[in-house]
């Protein structure tokens, strides 16, 4: 890549990612409810809680800091965009998706929990995300709540996750070209990472030029993240990655890597990120270290 960033830049982030990493936890923990009956209460904070980068949270931290946001509302849409997400890999790993049996290095919920628990717990997942969108204590405005609660479900629908899901359970054993290989992905996988940023975006108006520019970051981001998954899966053990390795090849899903080789696929990785840092320049953005720096760890990552 040919985005640099200086070493201090690098370390600011690395503490403003720890401290932001923790205050969603925290946020996790006070709304994700333990009281649910019958158990669900425990099923849903297993699914969510104590795992994962929180990609997607920071995203929207990054951007609402970025644009000049409303914070409190940008937390609220960082941890409804990190239910939706956790509900899709409860689901996902079920035994009529994915059937896996590792996530964020412990058993998945429908192991720990039986099926019909991890279903609910995804199907309650779904439900807080929009509910923290529209609190009523007054602390989000209506206009702000509806503008969030669209682009999440968009990015959540049938044009985005759940379309992109099912474009990737009806290509087992398809041998996809890269146009249709980008075109599942951007649905399943980029959707939410794009509506991560445009949900951090909304939380002030910014004009028209600068939400383009976010537009584009976000999908290059999240292809991305993509390609660098695909990577990992041949690259990284299972311990690393905290699911299952190898798993794609397994079930001859297509992938990057099986489409262009590893060299190749991380090239494009690579290449991809350098149009969304491009994008940031043209934004016209002035606080803009945190996402590139964000950018440059989606490429990095060990996991």
């Not at 609190?135 to 996750?161: N, T």
């Not at 996809?176 to 949900?199: C, F, I, N, W, Y």
Request: aromatic share 4%; charged share 20%; proline share 3%.
């Amino acid at each position: 890549m040919t985005q640099t960033l200086a070493p201090e830049t690098l370390s600011a982030f690395a503490s403003w990612r720890e401290a932001q990493q923790a205050a969603v936890e925290r946020a996790l923990s006070s709304w994700v409810p333990a009281n649910a009956p019958a158990g669900l209460g425990d099923a849903m904070r297993y699914a969510v809680l104590d795992g994962g980068k929180r990609l997607r949270p920071l995203l929207a931290l990054a951007t609402c800091e970025a644009v000049g946001g409303h914070a409190a509302a940008a937390m609220r849409a960082a941890c409804a965009v990190e239910l939706i997400h956790a509900y899709s890999l409860v689901h996902d790993d079920m035994p009529c998706m994915d059937n896996d049996v590792l996530r964020r290095g412990k058993p998945t919920v429908h192991v720990q929990f039986g099926e019909a628990q991890a279903l609910l717990a995804g199907d309650a997942l779904q439900a807080l995300a929009f509910e923290l969108l529209v609190p009523d204590d007054g602390s989000v405005e209506p206009a702000m709540s509806a503008r969030l609660c669209r682009l999440l479900a968009l990015a959540a629908g049938a044009g985005g996750m759940a379309g992109g899901q099912a474009i990737d359970l009806a290509s087992v054993g398809v041998a996809l070209d890269q146009p249709a290989l980008e075109l599942m992905h951007r649905h399943k996988t980029g959707a939410l990472l794009q509506a991560s940023v445009m949900m951090g975006a909304a939380t002030v108006r910014v004009s028209l030029d600068t939400e383009a520019r976010l537009v584009e970051y976000g999908a290059c981001v999240g292809l991305a993240f993509q390609v660098v998954d695909d990577i990992l899966d041949v690259t990284a053990d299972s311990a690393t990655l905290g699911k299952t390795a190898g798993k794609d090849a397994a079930a001859d899903k297509p992938t990057f890597v099986s489409l262009m080789g590893l060299a190749s696929a991380q090239t494009y990785a690579d290449r991809v990120l350098d149009q969304a840092h491009e994008a940031l320049r043209r934004s016209g953005i002035e606080r803009s270290d945190t996402l590139h720096a964000l950018a440059d760890w989606v490429g990095r990552r060990a996991s």
